[in-house]
């Protein structure tokens, strides 16, 4: 099973928005609506920021927001501010019932 | 506020055995699916494992079928990752997730495995 494909960084200035692309095939994102976006901060645990493509759990803030077509997934960061610095990880059930993940994407904040 | 705890790790030689534990502070684990998803040094995160909830379904990542089984014992409120013939790839901080993709989805820190000779 191939990593699905993410940027290694994307940058922003604070306040501005930013989008992080998540592609996959027919066989994971295009199929399923059943992507999760993860964001990890250095030496930290992964923490849920999107699941079932667009869904926002309790707790996360509105500016994280999540979308799909076709194969590719899109992460949207609105409002970036220094936090938000730190890797995002995409994943997607897959039709083999397994898991993948995206390579991962640096943001930076200028 | 429930925390999820990994353990077992260490040091270990290729070919060698560990195993792995994870356990909630709010005991809830047994009421949810989970995952063990692991990330070597300087990588990106990769998915390993799963269970449901009553540990009749198991499903493994390619890489680690055959050699790893997971497992669970919910009186215990506890869920293992036993790893066999290890390889020196297998390196890497292994993380317990629960309800991964779903809306309650806890990750621990981790628990460092380091096959070397």
């Known amino acids: 099973q191939s990593a699905l494909t993410q940027p290694a960084s994307v940058s922003g200035s604070p306040g501005q928005s930013i989008a992080i692309s998540c592609t996959g095939t027919?066989?994971?994102?295009?199929?399923?609506?059943?992507v999760s976006w993860h964001q990890q901060h250095p030496g930290k645990a992964p923490k849920l920021l999107i699941y079932?493509?667009?869904m926002r759990p309790s707790g996360v803030s509105d500016r994280f927001s999540g979308s799909k077509s076709g194969n590719t997934a899109s992460l949207t960061i609105s409002g970036l501010q220094a936090e938000d610095e730190a890797d995002y990880y995409c994943?997607?059930?897959?039709?083999?019932?397994?898991?993948?993940f995206g390579g991962g994407t640096k943001v930076t904040v200028l | 506020e429930v925390q999820v705890v990994e353990s077992g790790g260490g040091l270990v030689q290729p070919g060698g055995s560990l195993r792995l534990s994870c356990a909630d502070s709010?005991?809830?684990?047994?009421?949810?699916?989970v995952h063990w998803v692991r990330q070597a040094p300087g990588k990106g995160l990769v998915w390993v494992s799963r269970?449901?909830?009553?540990?009749?379904?198991?499903t493994y990542a390619d890489s680690v079928k055959g050699r790893f089984t997971i497992s669970r014992d919910n009186a215990k409120n506890t869920l293992y990752l036993q790893m066999n013939s290890l390889r020196v790839e297998d390196t890497a901080v292994y993380y317990c997730a629960r309800d991964f993709h779903g809306r309650d989805d806890l990750w621990g820190r981790g628990t460092l495995v380091s096959v070397s000779s």
């Open positions: 709010g005991l809830t684990l047994s009421s949810y699916w």
């Open positions: 269970i449901n909830t009553d540990g009749s379904t198991t």
């Open positions: 994943s997607s059930y897959t039709s083999r019932t397994t898991y993948v």
């Open positions: 027919s066989s994971d994102v295009g199929r399923y609506n059943y």
């Open positions: 079932d493509v667009s």
